[in-house]
């Protein structure tokens, strides 16, 4: 069955051509250097990005997997979570593709895509296992039972990870997506220099919250610069890198732990965190948890792990008609 899938919930426009787990094409046209000069992501420009890139961008991935539309089985499309305006962007693409070809439609949670991400190149993955997805917008952990069946853990209750990365990287001045560019700079962490707090939640087990600890940062940058003394930029990028490190990687390892799991998967943009990953692999080693995360390159939004979730979804009967929406946010487990 080969699935035309569509992703444009943020910025990156994407379209792939998948066949169960296996990826025909997968194009990605990036938006990045239209909201460098903002410092982060326009959702007006975005959705205005989208409009223009998607019709060439559907002929990119039919062309590089050497098929005409005739032979496209069935489109899914990332319907929700998202921003709004770029969403349906995507969804009324798939809609009106879906309705000249006369073929299914599927609908295909951003998340749940995510985590499907580690299928591509992990055949041997199948649930149930539990999943940690942390991205731009979202900080979630997961028991996923089957390949449509989620538990959620733990949730983050304000900013995600990645929008904690993203801010405190802008304040110390480095340029957008700033997650990235802070792991590549951040050196030792210092937290004698730069005391960091590890905001906790009473009574959830759980949860995640990152929005004290970007405030945190904010401050000593301000406080540092009011009194004119420099900040070391790579010691403090890795004091938050390691921060924010401890907080996913000891609340991932006490559910593992709890729930007895043996197989944990890392999902999402900030999954392609060098400490993040690696301290993973030491943790999982002494547990003797076996560690699955996708390969850089579907760490990121692409369409190609909107393709292989849309196949299970396919499988367990999720298909929209032609009054799907867009929604800007939505449980993983809403079905
Ligand atoms: O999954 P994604 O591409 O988009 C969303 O669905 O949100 O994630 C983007 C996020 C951004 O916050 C970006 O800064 C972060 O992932 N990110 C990283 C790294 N690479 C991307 N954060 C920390 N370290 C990285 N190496």
């Not at 299928?119 to 979630?140: A, M, R, W």
């Not at 952990?141 to 900013?159: A, P, R």
Request: charged share 20%; with cysteine.
């Amino acid at each position: 069955m080969k699935i035309l899938s569509i992703e444009s919930s943020c910025d990156e426009t994407s379209i792939a051509i998948t066949e169960e787990r296996r990826v025909l094409s997968n194009i990605v046209s990036t938006q990045i250097a239209r909201h460098r000069v903002f410092g982060g992501v326009v959702p007006e420009i975005a959705s205005r990005c989208h409009t223009e890139a998607i019709s060439q961008v559907c002929e990119e991935a039919l062309s590089q997997a050497g098929l005409t539309y005739k032979e496209i089985d069935a489109v899914a499309v990332t319907f929700a979570p998202g921003l709004i305006g770029a969403l349906l962007v995507g969804v009324n693409f798939a809609k009106g593709l879906a309705l000249s070809l006369g073929v299914p439609l599927i609908p295909v949670h951003h998340l749940r895509s995510h985590i499907a991400a580690n299928y591509i190149e992990h055949k041997d993955l199948q649930p149930p296992f539990l999943c940690l997805t942390v991205s731009g917008g979202n900080s979630i952990l997961t028991e996923v039972s089957d390949y449509t069946k989620f538990k959620v853990l733990g949730n983050t209750q304000d900013d995600a990870a990645g929008e904690c990365f993203d801010k405190t990287a802008r304040a110390l001045g480095l340029a957008y997506p700033g997650g990235v560019e802070l792991d590549k700079i951040a050196t030792t962490a210092d937290f004698k220099r730069y005391p960091l707090p590890y905001p906790r939640l009473e009574n959830s087990e759980f949860n995640f919250s990152f929005s004290g600890l970007k405030t945190a940062v904010i401050n000593q940058i301000h406080n540092a610069s009011q009194k004119g003394q420099e900040i070391d930029v790579p010691v403090l990028a890795a004091t938050v890198r390691a921060r924010v490190c401890d907080m996913l990687i000891d609340n991932t390892m006490r559910a593992a732990q709890k729930y007895s799991y043996k197989t944990l998967a890392l999902a999402g943009g900030v999954s392609a965190n060098s400490e993040l990953r690696l301290r993973m692999e030491e943790e999982c080693k002494k547990r003797n948890i076996k560690l699955y995360y996708p390969p850089l390159k579907y760490c990121g939004d692409n369409a190609a792990m909107v393709g292989v979730q849309a196949y299970y979804e396919y499988k367990s009967g999720n298909i929209a008609d032609i009054s799907l929406n867009a929604a800007a946010t939505m449980p993983i487990n809403y079905r």
